[in-house]
Every structure is written in C-alpha cells, then in structure tokens.
C-alpha cells in the first residue's frame, strides 16, 4: 500500500533581507524540528535514509536550477513527469508506504523554521509529519537564483519486517567508547549516557562495540526500551543490559 502524496504548500512571503545558508544545514535543522514536533506529537523520531536523502536532495536541487516548482511551477510533487513513489522506486527505495512534504519560502531568516512552521498548519502536511506509521525520511534544501528555497521531505517506511529500538546507554568506564548501530558511528564518553533510536529493514538491530583493547567488534542485538551500559572490571570490558 502506498501512503497517499499530498498538494504541495506553496508560500510567498514578505520580503525580508536574505541570509546566507548551506543546504545542509538547512536539510537538518528541518530533520530537529520535524523530529521534535513528532516526538511533542508520540509519532517517535524518524531516522535518514541514504536512497530517501539522494532522492528529496536531487528532487529540491533540480527544481532550484530551473527555479521552477515543479513542471507546471504550481506543484512540487510532479517533476519531469514523475510523483514522489516514481522518484523513491527509481532509487531502489522498497516501501510499504511512503509520503512527500514539499514547498518554498522567499527571503526568510529561517527558512528551515518557517517552512517547517507552514507544514503544521497544512492539515495534509502535518498528517505525514505525525504518521507513526513513517520510520525513516530523507530532506532536500536548494536555493534558486531567484533567492528562493525549494524544500523536499520524503516520509517512508521500508517493506518487509521492520525492527525499532529506543535505548539508553551509559559509559561506565574510564574511557571513550566507539560504536555503530548500522552504518551510524558513535562514541560514548566516559560518564557519559546517550539515548539512541534506530530502525532498520529486518527482525533485530544490533550495537557493533570496538573496545579500547580490541581491534575487532563485539556484536550484541539491542532489546527496545532498554537499559544498558558499557562497563570495567579488573581490565575487561562488557556491555549489559541494566
């Protein structure tokens, strides 16, 4: 089943002295704030995607060159002919339901905020902004010669089994510890404790810990909402749920 795409969000607004911005910092302040709103709205954060990303960033730089919205400059979904789930299949994207927030703003401070903004008054924008059914997203932000930031946000959730973890993990020892969960790279101070949420395409995530005295990776599935910390005794390290 494919979720639904929605008329795209158009805003002209008062002009207001230009600020110079890289992309992707826009791209992730768009990522906080979406991901604060969900988590205010008991949706849980939604992680990047690598094929999502390309897609949203190709999708919003392409319209920033020709300084277009869209074929018909009316509506940002359809580019070139294609809709957001032509774009997402192209990339090798396999979803059970995806979702496309996009729109511009012109001469904005914030542009990342005052789009973002826009979407939760859009009653269909806000929608896929709050759908627990989406894990995962990708971000695209480009501005056009015009001064005009093209904005695109893909919402998916990947097909096939799905596993999510919320957790907490605190260092206990004396050293800084590296990890992955994935293909995401960490490092735990000593004393410190971290939260980390993670969604993956299978039945199980897993944390990949390489130990101060130890070249390899120790490998241990994460169980959600759990506890756990990395700990010291008598020279040997171990990761436990607490």
């Known amino acids: 089943m494919i979720r639904p795409t929605f008329t795209a969000l158009a ?3 008062a002009a207001a002295p230009a600020f110079a911005q890289k992309p992707a910092e826009v791209e992730k302040q768009i990522l906080d704030l979406v991901n604060a709103y969900r988590v205010k709205n008991e949706a849980g954060k939604l992680e990047l995607e690598d094929k999502l990303s390309a897609t949203a960033q190709a999708h919003a730089r ?4 020709a300084d277009k919205y869209g074929d018909d400059d009316k509506n940002g979904h359809v580019w070139d002919g294609k809709k957001p789930d032509d774009r997402a299949r192209d ?7 995806l979702g496309e927030n996009v729109g511009w703003n012109l001469n904005q401070k914030e542009p990342a905020e005052v789009i973002v903004k826009a979407w939760i008054k859009s009653t269909y924008h806000e929608k896929n902004m709050v759908n627990k059914d989406f894990t995962q997203t990708g971000i695209g932000a480009a501005m056009g010669k015009s001064g005009k930031w093209y904005f695109v946000q893909l919402f998916g959730k990947p097909a096939g089994a799905v596993a999510r973890v919320n957790v907490t993990i605190k260092n206990e020892t004396k050293e800084t510890i ?6 995401k790279k960490y490092e735990l101070k ?9 969604t993956v395409a299978g039945d199980k995530v897993q944390i990949a810990i ?5 070249d390899k990776e120790e490998v241990v599935d994460l169980a959600d909402k759990a506890s ?8 040997k ?3 436990a749920k607490q």
């Open 228 to 235: 756990y910390a990395f700990t010291q005794k008598d020279k």
């Open 210 to 214: 390489t130990w101060p005295d130890s």
């Open 11 to 13: 805003l002209l607004l």
């Open 91 to 97: 990339a090798g994207y396999k979803f059970s339901y």
């Open 62 to 65: 392409a319209m920033a060159k």
């Open 190 to 198: 000593a004393g410190e404790t971290a939260k980390v949420s993670h």
């Open 178 to 183: 590296p990890f992955r969960i994935g293909a």
């Open 237 to 239: 390290y171990s990761f």
